[in-house]
């Protein structure tokens, strides 16, 4: 039998032996460690139960090892692991195009084709907006996160993330998010987006022609540039403006697609539909799947052999991603995302009451949610080492969340939205007590 030590110990041997056989480049988002997990649960190296409000980084919408998708896992290993789609179809992978269309359909006639990552979906998106365009820039912006990939790393904002692997690739221009805050602007939100729009029309005169502009790809919530969510009027505009210019408009639904805002998708709350699209975390709860959706002519343009991988659509992922929309369905997701952002929103926006000090704007859609840590009250003096701190402190006390944003400043919450209420409320209550100590 293992003594006390040894037990107390397994989580530091863990990372006593990553240290030993893994690039130290591979982020420590989180100092905790888990052996299983079933719904929000999370059980780490040593038997402690955490509550888990990272989720994977956004992946764990529908909760861990849903009982339909571990069924459907094992039943697809036994029949089927791997053929590639492009030697052999299958079922599985037909079945899944269909129901993401059924869902998320991109106008009169769509298609969809999977892939294995976030970031390697923003890779053949662009792709394809190139040969569909006959156009070689892309226009992206600040914040903007789309993957680690070289052309997802160009399109990426944060500099901490690329440093040192440039060159990039070529006519990537980028442009200022647009962030809003009603309570600071004087502007109306119609005002301040056509300010934005007229912005861009300037940027077309002077840094790119828009006759040159392939694709615009925006987040309509920034993932790891903050939450920042685009106001709707500036949506509707750009639309338009991309409808006037021929430029498409590509939504990175990545983080924010499958319940996470509420609805399947968070451009369904700005009833505006994009020529393209990219998804993958939550979509196959844990399997390594994506998808580029779009248009069926556009999707149709690219050449044969310049999409694809060997990998991609696995029959598993496929099957796994399958009965995981089902049971989103069955539970209906969106409503449960829907509910989880209400407690959270009216949680966060009471800490921001209680410790000015600490906690800044809140901000989000749905239960895409975060807020600003700052130092002495000032919304302009990111307080980074407090965050870093907070989380740390969270994990000590059995509280798995994560940080985002430029300046690492930001609190965020992507919880599994099966949570129950009573521990959706104990976490809470916890980051509640580290932030009050901290005040």
């Known amino acids: 039998m293992e003594s006390v030590a040894e037990i107390i110990s397994k989580k530091e ?11 130290n480049a591979l982020g420590i988002f989180n100092p905790s460690s888990v052996q299983y997990a079933y719904g929000a649960t999370m059980i780490d190296a040593d038997g402690n139960e955490l509550i888990d409000f990272a989720g994977g980084i956004g992946v764990i919408n529908a909760g861990h090892c849903p009982p339909p998708v571990v069924k459907a896992i094992q039943e697809q290993a036994e029949r089927l692991i791997h053929s590639s ?16 269309v059924s869902i998320l359909p991109h106008g009169d006639a769509t298609k969809v084709m999977f892939l294995n990552s976030g970031a390697e979906a923003v890779e053949n998106v662009i792709k394809i907006a190139k040969q569909a365009t006959k156009r070689p820039a892309v226009i992206s ?38 962030v809003y805050n009603k309570k600071k602007n004087p502007l109306s939100e119609e005002a301040f987006a056509d300010q934005q729009i007229q912005k861009l029309k300037m940027f ?36 338009k403006l991309c409808d006037e210019t021929g430029i498409l408009l590509i939504f990175d639904e990545v983080q924010s697609g499958f319940g996470r805002t509420g609805k399947w998708a968070a451009y369904e709350h700005y009833n505006v539909t994009p020529d393209l699209s990219t998804w993958a975390k939550s ?9 580029v959706m779009g248009k069926a002519h556009l999707m149709d343009s690219a050449n044969p052999g310049t999409i694809g991988g060997t990998y991609a659509g696995n029959p598993i992922c496929c099957a796994a991603s399958l009965a995981t929309i089902n049971y989103m369905q069955e539970i209906n997701i969106n ?49 980074a080492e407090l965050t870093k701190k907070i989380i740390d402190t969270c994990a000590e006390r059995g509280l798995v969340v994560i940080s985002a944003g430029v300046n690492g400043n930001v609190i965020r919450i ?6 129950e209420e009573t521990q959706l409320s104990k976490g809470l209550d916890i980051l509640e007590k580290v932030i009050a100590e901290n005040a």
């Open 283 to 291: 979509m196959g709860s844990g399997v390594p799947i994506a998808a």
């Open 335 to 383: 409503a449960l995302g829907e509910k989880v952002g209400n407690i959270v929103r009216k949680r966060f926006e009471s800490f921001q009451l209680k410790y000015p000090s600490v906690v800044g704007e809140v901000r989000g859609l749905g239960a895409m949610l975060a807020f600003d840590v700052i130092k002495d009250g000032d919304d302009t003096i990111p307080n």
């Open 141 to 178: 912006f600040g914040g903007g996160f789309h993957g680690r990939t070289m052309m997802a790393m160009s399109l990426t904002s944060k500099v901490a993330y690329k440093t040192g692997c440039g060159p990039f690739a070529p006519e990537i221009y980028r442009i200022d998010y647009p």
């Open 204 to 239: 077309f005169k002077a840094n790119v022609r828009s006759e040159d502009v392939a694709a615009i790809i925006i987040e309509l919530v920034q993932g790891e540039g903050g939450f920042y969510v685009a106001p709707n009027p500036y949506i509707q505009k750009l639309r």
């Open 13 to 23: 041997k863990l990372y006593q032996r990553r240290k030993k056989v893994v690039p």
């Open 85 to 100: 789609f492009n030697v052999a179809i299958y079922e599985e992978y037909l079945n899944l195009a269909e129901k993401m």
């Open 414 to 419: 992507l919880s599994p939205l099966v949570i």
